[in-house]
């Protein structure tokens, strides 16, 4: 399993659906979730949501989307 996030910070966090480079070197991370989603709420969504946060502190993109519409405002 890919780990570098737990060099990277101290926190409990859990990697992301999909994550990727985008072109201009920026890291991409997505969280996919059902619609309806608002916000985390069982520990799992709080530890997504803390590498979320740990690729926006460092640059990049880092979302939860419910559908393909939030990425693409997201990228824009």
Known sequence: PVA??????KQPVTITDFWGILRDGR???IEAKAPGFRE????????????LAL????GGIGIFATSAQDVADALS
């Open 4 to 9: 570098f996030y737990r060099i990277l910070t």
């Open 27 to 29: 890291m991409l991370s």
């Open 40 to 51: 985390p709420r069982t520990d799992r969504e709080f530890k997504q949501a803390a590498f």
């Open 55 to 58: 690729v926006r502190n460092c």
